[in-house]
């Protein structure tokens, strides 16, 4: 005799189980800790902050431990918990121009104000393994050297001086949140911006990528790429004055991309604009070609009908938690649905069964 | 089990993200079958499980509400069990799986058999709100399609099914127009359930998170099933009875029995099922095993 599957609730209750024994792992080992993690995967840490839109390295730490270094699902802890959180206001635009940078470079001078810093980079490391890492072998002491100048002048600053580069409209004093209203299209440049800045950083990847290889090319160079920390000011309107509240990692990206001109206006630069949470240079990168290329309106481009040119499209599908949740639902249970397609597809065959007998007779 | 969390506000949700999601509701059932953008809130459940459903319920709770939540008809599919789980941790509230019994009940794709009353809200989860979305993929078009009443493709898309296969070849998520107005996406419901969304008693409240979209059917509002003259809308259900109830009028799920394709079909909706047996039906695999 058939009895329905009852049993869900014990079910998810052990599956929890098993899934916590999983993640502790093999109990021989240390426990990891999340201090470890937000030490030594700090790359990792400052990705679940960008795309997680909540710059806590601790908690982002956290995430990726109980996540199991899924670092989707760990971004997904993060929006959960961020989406509880009071807001209280939004903060002065931060100084990126003074930014104590780790790393500054521009791709377009041989030599700029402020010095080339290679910094902390990946760069010119040859990609071979390092086997002595497997032995866990001290690392010695980088050599050190004096900070840089409080005050570092942007590079597209100085092509600005000469007026050849595009100045940027202001924008509203009170910006946009995504997080707070429906996204509603055409969206300005602001929103784009906040929604590319928390957009999946594969996605953003792709779209880049493509951007170059011809879909919505604007030829792109990199004006100058920034990684370092700068302070948030906060106005205090009770206090009358404005307080730091905090200091916080940032990868900023300006590209200088194909000018526009016309017989009226003389040729200029134009932009594309990338910024991230922690150092995240492939994603702020990647994101200023995104923002370049959505641009096209605006700057009187044709639109060539790129993927990336497409607003709606861009900013519909670049949230990695929305499209992940998506596209992993259609593993819940469908069966209703799948019935009422198998009693029409039986149907439509049988139709078609009797169709071909009555030609036949 | 029933454990209530502390640490976060009734049925989890702050008072005013709850007056926001209300503002949405209201504007809903003012303008039936409208959809109204509303700022959705991440939850602690992915897109796609169910979070514009939960939100609605959230921002509709009150803590003397009884709920129910079902899946696929049922109030032990996992994820059913994982919501009603939810609001017994954040709400208290008390739950039930007995349709007549509840004053909310939340549902993914079935509307229960038992027919709804006046005192019952009925929360859809919605995948994807917009019954144009497949015919033209720009949301900025889809908007100004509603706002012109321009649906003429919807009905060149039935027209087609009807000239390729002989039949509309939609099986769920069937669309209908709301009080002669608006095209409106049912959620993935079998057409079976097209039937009961017009002259609901129950309100009927639909929730779609990721798309950050909520809309309604009033109580008593005319919800008509797309079709033409000469091809009316029909159902559908498996010409079947129920193995377990004999239920020769309520939906029925497929269910394989053996490796040589042995299949039987049970009541897709639980507890009419259980009732009905307990009534004293028994279909032609006796009465099943009575959940405890």
């Known amino acids: 005799m058939y009895v329905a599957v009852k049993g869900g609730e014990r079910a998810i209750g052990n599956a929890h189980a098993w899934l916590a024994e999983s993640r502790r792992g093999d109990p021989a080992l240390p426990e990891l800790s999340t201090a470890q993690i937000r030490a030594k995967l700090a790359l990792a840490t400052a990705r679940v902050m960008a795309e997680g839109s909540l710059y806590d390295p601790d908690l982002a730490a956290l995430a990726i431990k109980q996540a199991r270094g899924d670092l989707i699902e760990a971004i997904f802890l993060i929006r959960a918990y961020r989406t509880t959180l009071p807001r209280f206001g939004h903060s002065r635009p931060v100084e990126t121009a003074r930014m104590a940078c780790i790393r500054r470079i521009s791709a377009i001078f041989k030599d700029v104000p402020g010095g080339q810093i290679l910094g902390p980079t990946f760069d010119y490391t040859h990609r071979l393994l390092e086997f002595r890492l497997l032995a866990e072998g001290d690392t010695p002491p980088a050599p050190e050297a004096q900070p840089l100048a409080p005050e570092c002048p942007h590079v597209t600053g100085f092509l600005g001086r000469e007026g050849l580069i595009q100045t940027e409209p202001a924008g509203e004093a009170r910006p946009p949140d995504l997080t707070r209203a429906p996204l509603e299209l055409p969206a300005e440049r602001a929103l784009r911006l906040q929604a590319l800045a928390r957009g999946d950083e594969g996605f953003l990847l792709g779209l880049a990528y493509s951007t170059q290889r011809g879909y919505g090319r604007n030829h792109p160079f990199v004006g100058e790429l920034r990684v370092g920390m700068v302070a948030v000011v906060l106005d205090i309107p009770e206090l009358g004055f404005a307080v730091e509240i905090a200091e916080i990692e940032l990868t900023e990206c300006e590209t200088v991309n194909q000018f526009t001109g016309s017989k009226t206006e003389p040729a200029q630069f134009t932009r594309g604009y990338g910024l991230a949470f922690g150092h995240a240079e492939r994603k702020a990168i990647a994101m200023a070609l995104v923002d370049r290329a959505l641009r096209w309106r605006e700057l009187g481009e044709e639109d060539t009908g790129a993927p990336a040119q497409h607003e709606e499209f861009v900013l519909s599908h670049c949230d990695n938690i929305q499209a992940s949740g998506f596209v992993e639902h259609i593993k819940l249970p469908h069966y209703v649905d799948f019935q009422s397609e198998l009693e029409l597809v039986r149907r439509l065959r049988r139709d078609a069964a009797a169709g071909s007998e009555a030609a036949a007779e | ?292």
């Open chain 2, 1 to 292: 089990m029933g454990k209530t969390v502390t640490g976060y506000n009734f049925a989890y949700l702050d008072e005013q993200t709850k007056r926001m999601i209300r503002r949405a509701l209201l504007k809903a059932v003012a303008i039936p079958g409208y959809q109204v953008p509303f700022a959705s809130r991440e939850m602690p459940m992915p897109y796609g499980w169910g979070t514009g459903g939960v939100q609605v319920t959230a921002a509709c709770l009150t803590p003397a509400d009884r709920l129910k939540v079902i899946d696929q008809g049922a109030d032990d599919t996992t994820n059913a069990v994982s919501i009603r789980r939810f609001f017994q941790r954040v709400a208290g509230v008390e739950t039930t799986e007995e349709t007549e019994r509840a004053t909310i009940i939340q549902t993914r794709h079935r509307i229960p058999e038992q027919p709804l009353t006046e005192d019952q809200i009925l929360v859809f989860q919605v995948p994807i709100p917009e019954p144009l979305r497949f015919l033209e993929p720009r949301e900025t078009e889809t908007r100004k399609m509603h706002a012109l009443q321009e649906y003429g493709l919807m009905h060149v898309k039935l027209y087609e099914d009807i000239a390729r296969h002989g039949h509309i070849a939609t099986a769920y998520a069937y669309p209908v127009r709301v009080e002669g107005r608006y095209v409106m996406d049912p959620s993935p419901i079998p057409k079976f359930d097209n039937p009961k969304l017009g002259d609901c008693p129950a309100l009927q409240l639909f929730g779609a998170g990721r798309e950050q979209r909520i809309y309604a059917i009033p109580p008593w509002t005319q919800v008509v099933s797309l079709d033409f003259e000469d091809h009316p809308f029909e159902p559908g259900r498996a010409e079947a009875e129920c193995a377990l109830c004999g239920a020769t009028d309520s939906y029925l799920d497929e269910v394989i029995v053996d490796d040589a394709g042995g299949r039987m079909f049970v009541c897709s909706d639980t507890d009419y099922c259980r009732k009905r047996r307990a009534a004293g039906h028994e279909g032609r695999q006796g009465a099943g095993e009575m959940a405890p």
